[in-house]
């Protein structure tokens, strides 16, 4: 099931639509663990979304996305750069504890 980070369901969406546009926009991101698993999957759709290049495409990722900038770098220029890979656009790699509330990070990349 989906992890509900104790939100409703727009600020949830909301949440991830941010996450979206500034890991594609700045390429990589430090966020905690659960965010950064459930943001793989949503950027990871985008990122397929991309690769096929058509109008339509464009505007579903406008619409998931919230944003044209980001939407003209994802097509422009990331999914150009994994044309021939099958997926897989993203990795997760563990950092240390934060020290305030001793949550998990994670920084997210694009691979």
């Known amino acids: 099931s989906k992890r ?7 600020q949830r969406d909301a ?7 500034n890991l594609i926009n700045e390429g990589r991101i430090t966020t905690t663990l659960a965010k950064a698993k459930s943001l793989r999957p949503i950027v990871e759709k985008l990122v397929t979304k991309a690769k096929t290049g058509t109008l339509a ?10 944003g044209e900038e980001e ?7 990331i999914a150009k750069k994994y044309t021939s890979r099958a997926g897989g656009y993203t990795r997760i790699i563990k950092l240390p504890r934060r020290k305030l509330d001793a949550a998990q990070m994670a920084m997210i990349e694009f691979v």
């Not at 509900?4 to 727009?10: D, S, T």
């Open 4 to 10: 509900k980070f104790g939100r409703e369901m727009n």
């Open 15 to 21: 949440l991830m639509r941010s996450l979206a546009r």
């Open 71 to 77: 939407t003209k770098v994802l097509f422009d220029t």
């Open 57 to 66: 495409s464009r505007r579903v990722v406008i619409s998931r996305v919230h």
